[in-house]
């Protein structure tokens, strides 16, 4: 039972232009969700999170949109930079401190 | 301010050894989650715990597998017995207490379990 979807299991952009990530998720009662980033062998790192009142969040090229109605988030980056070249993994939750339901990631390759 | 430690970074058990896994959150977190990562997966949560409480364990295995986080000292996950299959990565996360709303949890480096 996989509460949050990540379909592509790998994307590749050319430097320069628009990276999507996608993510769908099934249970109604999720109202934040987050983007982490993960290079091999390292910890996720924390990029963007979105709550449910918004449905759209930026930082610098980074934007994350939320679509309640469709359940579906995606995640923007732009310019894409060969530095972003990594795990994108999707998370949602509860609100409060509760535990983050991941995606099984997109690998994003950026190619010079 | 020193992000989320865990050690050891690698781990190699023969099967049937203990293994034990440490984490350090972030200062001033009160909030330790464990994770596990198996190959081509997504991170799996395991448990949830603030000092001397347990709060969540819905994700761990009802067998050789605990958890704590003392009053001092780091949060220890704990499996009994290793197998093959708990060969992995995992992972430990902090965050601060948050009443209501969103949050972010900051993830260690990982523990790379290895069983032989």
């Known amino acids: 039972d996989q509460q949050v979807k990540q379909n592509s299991p790998s994307l590749s952009v050319q430097e320069g232009r628009i990276s999507i990530l996608n993510c769908d998720y099934t249970?109604?009662?999720?109202?934040?969700f987050l983007w982490y980033k993960k290079y091999p062998a390292e910890g996720p790192t924390f990029l963007i999170s979105i709550s449910s009142i918004k449905d759209k969040n930026e930082d610098g090229r980074f934007t994350v949109f939320l679509n309640k109605s469709a359940k579906h988030l995606s995640l923007h980056i732009v310019p894409s930079q060969p530095g972003d070249s990594a795990v994108y993994f999707c998370?949602?939750?509860?609100?409060?401190?509760?535990?983050?339901?991941f995606g099984k990631g997109t690998r994003l390759s950026v190619i010079a | 301010n020193a992000g989320v430690m865990q050690n050891p970074r690698h781990l190699v058990r023969r099967r049937g050894q203990e293994a034990r896994l440490r984490c350090s959150p972030m200062k001033g977190h009160s909030h330790v989650y464990w994770y596990r990562q198996l190959p081509e997966e997504g991170l799996k949560f395991m448990v949830y715990l603030q000092k001397e409480n347990i709060i969540d364990e819905s994700g761990m295995p009802k067998e050789r597998f605990s958890a704590e986080f003392p009053k001092e000292g780091p949060s220890i996950l704990r499996i009994q017995q290793v197998v093959r299959g708990d060969s992995a990565a995992y992972f430990c996360a902090s965050s601060p207490r948050v009443k209501g709303g969103g949050y972010e949890q900051y993830f260690g480096p990982g523990t790379r379990l290895t069983v032989t």
């Open positions: 249970n109604s009662m999720f109202d934040y």
């Open positions: 998370a949602a939750s509860v609100k409060g401190n509760t535990p983050l339901v």
